[in-house]
């Protein structure tokens, strides 16, 4: 039982470049979480999903986009990566208490 | 305007102390949670603690207790005895409606505190 998992755990881009955070969890959740987290701004929302085949945007989506492949696997894309999106990106599933993954230092130059 | 408030960037508290951190909301809804997860150095985020908006009684787990203020729109954490292994940053986190059928359960984070723990 590994909860959620996230890859990679770091990356480096340069700024136009795209690329896809992976994440999993296999507790059977409906409900899946993207945030992001920046110094002094706490966790952000970027896009949600209550459940298989449905996706929305959460407080900050512009930028991005997601993909609920299935009940288990939910993606995050930037397709060109801005200097902005630098942060520590954070996967969430469940709904009363939310499990999360061990988080995606990104970094855009 | 902001949800959630935490007050203090940084607190120094010294070993075996108890320690209050403050958390105060901002909703018009009657049916709300709270949260409080803790992030040590290592960078995972750890659930701490909730408290249902309707719950008579305040939230307790081990060491970590919530005193739940509705009418000050308060919700402080308070740990007993501190130790080492209680520095991290610590947020607190509000839960609430719309609600799905599927459990859509959205949070709204503080910026947080960082607690040191001094020996």
């Known amino acids: 039982n590994a909860g959620v998992t996230q890859t990679p755990k770091f990356q480096v881009l340069k700024t136009g470049q795209s690329m896809t955070l992976q994440c999993a969890q296999d507790?059977?959740?409906?409900?899946m979480y993207w945030y992001r987290q920046d110094p002094g701004m706490g966790l952000r929302l970027i896009y949600y999903s209550a459940s298989e085949g449905t996706t929305d945007k959460g407080e900050v989506p512009n930028g991005y986009n997601v993909s609920r492949l299935n009940k288990r696997e939910f993606s995050l894309r930037l397709e060109s990566a801005a200097p902005s999106q630098t942060s520590v990106y954070f996967c969430?599933?469940?709904?009363?208490?939310?499990?999360f993954g061990p988080g995606t230092r990104l970094t855009v130059l | 305007a902001q949800k959630i408030t935490q007050t203090q960037p940084g607190m120094f508290v010294q070993e075996k102390e108890a320690v209050t951190l403050d958390c105060t909301y901002d909703?018009?809804?009657?049916?709300?949670?709270l949260f409080w997860y803790k992030q040590p150095s290592s960078g995972e985020m750890i659930f701490l603690i909730y408290?249902?908006?309707?719950?008579?009684q305040n939230a307790t787990e081990g060491r970590y207790s919530l005193n739940f203020q509705k009418a000050r729109k308060s919700a402080n954490l308070v740990i007993s005895a501190s130790q080492l292994g209680d520095s991290a940053m610590y947020f607190c986190a509000m839960r609430e409606p719309p609600y799905s059928n599927f459990g859509n359960e959205k949070l709204t984070f503080g910026t947080g505190t960082r607690l040191t723990i001094i020996p």
């Open positions: 969430a599933s469940g709904s009363y208490e939310q499990f």
């Open positions: 909703t018009s809804d009657q049916s709300y949670g």
């Open positions: 507790m059977n959740h409906n409900s």
């Open positions: 408290q249902g908006s309707y719950d008579e």
